[in-house]
């Protein structure tokens, strides 16, 4: 006898979905999971033997309504999208959403800050000290970050910068401290789990935000202060599919300078967009000889391709450094005139 809907797991749900998607579907959403949640939802899946109409269309209202749910809190925050579904759903069905969307799907604090001006958020925070700077940037979007970050003192740049970089969980309590001093009109819901804020990643996506000076000069003082911690930012500060950025003229110069065995396998699995870029970028002759010699390259490990594309992503920051060749970023001292 299937289980009711209330009695399944999240885990369950989640195949349960994916099974009625179909496996086209299915592959792309995997590409948005880690190995671990590629595994237990495999493993899950393999455990569902059958699915019955009324719990696949449970199932699918579920997600649906979630979905929903989060598109409104998205447009206007979690008292917009309570609104609107009590007009559409009743005061108790919308409260049962928003409840279940916010415990399952972990919205993230200072969700009307992601909404404010980045001057306004500035004016606020510019005096407040650099940790609880940091805390407020690695919630935000990493473009609003870096606006914000690029307008604080120099000094001060560099501190936050490390300090969302060495950043790891953060206490419910003081994330609730720091989201009352800022919220003045909406309640935000916070978890009662420990949430991840900050870290290398998130540094990286705020620095990618700011322009080319301000960037310099945190990678220079932090490269004084804490070197390793430097050289992994900037490990990170470009990545291979990052290459549709540049121009016809840098794409044409990283192609003579890189290893044309690292560039065929980096092409193995990168994107059509970024293929058809580089091949572009070839002459006929060679585009015709690259395809060639992938086609008849076989499969290939993840972590060749992922060491290829790291030194071809050295040979672009080498270049960029020696002033060879432009990578577009925030700011205005970057553009070509």
């Not at 940790?131 to 914000?148: N, P």
């Not at 490990?301 to 080498?318: G, H, P």
Request: aromatic content about 4%.
């Amino acid at each position: 006898m299937p289980k009711a809907k209330d009695t399944l797991t999240g885990k369950q749900k989640a195949a349960m979905l994916l099974i009625s998607l179909g496996p086209d579907v299915s592959a792309q959403v995997y590409k948005y999971l880690n190995e671990d949640e590629i595994e237990k939802l495999t493993l899950e899946i393999s455990n569902v033997r059958k699915v019955d109409s009324d719990t696949k269309e449970n199932v699918l209202q579920e997600f649906h309504q979630i979905a929903v749910a989060q598109d409104y809190i998205s447009q206007g925050g979690i008292g917009y999208a309570k609104s609107v579904l009590e007009k559409a759903l009743g005061e108790d069905n919308a409260m049962q959403i928003i409840n279940r969307l916010t415990s399952s799907l972990q919205v993230k604090p200072f969700d009307f800050a992601r909404k404010a001006d980045p001057s306004q958020i500035l004016n606020f925070i510019q005096h407040e000290h650099p940790q609880t700077i940091a805390l407020i940037l690695s919630y935000l979007e990493s473009e609003q970050a870096g606006q914000i970050l690029s307008e604080l003192p120099q000094d001060v740049q560099t501190d936050v910068a490390r300090r969302i970089a060495v950043m790891d969980s953060t206490s419910p309590e003081i994330v609730n401290e720091v989201e009352s001093i800022l919220e003045q009109k909406l309640s935000a819901t916070v978890t009662q789990d420990y949430t991840e804020a900050g870290g290398i990643e998130s540094v990286v996506e705020v620095l990618n935000g700011v322009d080319r000076s301000t960037e310099r000069t945190i990678l220079d003082s932090l490269e004084i202060q804490d070197p390793e911690l430097a050289e992994e930012i900037k490990k990170r500060m470009f990545v291979f599919e990052d290459i549709v950025t540049l121009d016809n003229r840098s794409i044409q110069r990283v192609i003579r300078d890189v290893e044309n065995d690292d560039l065929q396998l980096s092409l193995k699995v990168a994107s059509d967009e970024v293929k058809e870029l580089v091949f572009n970028n070839m002459s006929q002759r060679m585009a015709d000889t690259f395809k060639e010699e992938m086609e008849f390259m076989g499969p290939v490990r993840l972590r060749d391709v992922e060491e290829s594309q790291t030194r071809i992503v050295s040979v672009i920051r080498r270049l960029e450094e020696t002033g060879e060749i432009v990578i577009a970023r925030g700011g205005g001292d970057d553009i070509i005139v």
